[in-house]
């Protein structure tokens, strides 16, 4: 047992007792505090998640745990970590900077494995690299069969990692439900010891169609948590790491306002409306933002030319070498609608098979990026070769390329079915394309229809008519230079940023602490 850890199990520590009662016990006047108590005195913030920008990214998640930590990291108030994988990976250019701090081992039921502890420092947040080859040293992030337990072990390694590294979070801050079982441990197998008695664990839903389920049967076998505790993962016939980390939280949350409210309804809700109802009374709903610096026309290095909200001329040129680059034919006057998606059905693509080669009738150009079903893959492959010079469909995924139809495209076309935030609205109107979208999740949030002086255009029902009209009426104001000038200014100024994001985290995170 360490110092620290004896001294903690025979009497609470000064300062961790209230100032109130210190105060009270003072027979001489409280001393000015020393540099030593004031970084003591720092709120310690722990994000434990399955991936994290920009060492490596499968979507959202990591733009959230990239940003979100640096954007909490700028106040000297928050000491900020990140735990995740060492994946295989991970950015061979950030690698090489890893500091190895030494290896634990991490008890997982019968298995006792390796875990090795990297560490790197960026922008005044620490990140914890949890190494162990047999589990990690494979391409992606997930897919495998044994995710379960790939998982489970990250999540074990990050309680033994947080006694390795002499760091006991104030808050651990768990996303999805690969790291769902962090808060399992911590409230079933951790509690018991007086160094992790006082963390609070917060839970954020990222998306509620994946909830980590799996039989019953292997409860202690391959997740190490005892029977006794069935009662909190148990639901619908089997363990759900979702549902046991909502019930061993002392809040969770989502990533838009209006999502929280939806995952109450079955029919967002995959199946697990009645937790969250139940549990409703410590859910939050937070909208993510974007990195306004990451994300800014004015420099980023991969537009044909750079351009700002103040100094549009560079955006025209962006138009012209996108439309000569896919071989449309190069029309300033012609708007391009684009979508870069996933195409996979609560993308709202079964909308767009069915509308769109009525919009195409006029004067516009139709450009897609993305994988995902392949019906949905040969649908729009098909559709850019029955609409030479009008339709550009590319299937694949292309960071630089996105770069190239965000500063390019005039309208950006995202119709979910479901949207728990989005981020791809946010970056478009960043770039000044201004955003078409059905109002669900933060889509609703983030995008404000024009009528009502917003920043975008937006319909309501899931109904591919609805969005004819919205499109329709996009290509109507694009006609009107001064109008959609007005309207383009709105969307790049619009404030996504994490500044007022993480102004909300703060609040739930002080919260926890009262």
Known sequence: MSERTAKRGKKARADDLPAAEIAGKAETPVAEPTPEILVEAKKKILFVASEAAPFISTGGLAEVIGSLSKALARSDQYDVRVMIPLYQDIKKEYRKDFKFLGNTYVTLSWRNQYCGIFEYKQDNVTYYFLDNEYYFKRPGCYGYYDDGERFAFFCRGVMETMNFIGFYPDVMHCHDWQAALAALYLKTIYCFRPEYQFIRACFTIHNIEYQGKYSLDILED???????????????????????????????????????????????SHGLDPIIRRNEFKLRGILNGIDPDYYDPATDISLFQNYSADDMAGKAVCKEELQRMLNLPVKPQTPVIAMITRL???????????????????????????????????????????????????????????????????????????????????????????????????????????????NGFTFRDYNAYDMLYVINEAIGVYHSPEIWKNLVHRAMTTDFSWASSAHYYEEMYLGLLK
């Open 222 to 268: 391959l997740f190490g948590i005892s029977y006794h505790f069935q009662y909190l993962v148990e639901y619908d016939r089997c363990i759900n790491l979702m549902k046991g980390a909502i019930e061993c939280c002392e809040c969770f949350s989502t990533v838009s306002p209006t999502y929280a409210q939806e995952i109450k309804d079955p029919y967002y």
């Open 344 to 454: 996979v059905t609560h993308k709202g693509l079964d909308l767009v098979k069915e509308v769109i080669e009525q919009a195409l009738r006029q004067d516009m150009q139709f450009v897609l990026l993305g994988t995902g079903d392949s019906s949905y893959e040969v649908y729009f492959a098909d559709l850019a070769r029955r609409y030479p010079g009008k339709v550009v469909s590319i299937i694949s995924f292309n960071s630089d390329l996105s770069r190239k139809i965000y500063s390019g495209a005039d309208l950006f076309l995202m119709p979910s079915k479901s949207e728990p935030c989005g981020l791809s609205q946010m970056i478009a109107s960043r770039y000044g394309t201004v955003a078409i979208v059905r109002e669900t999740g933060g889509l609703r949030d983030s995008i404000t229809p024009f009528g009502a002086g917003g």
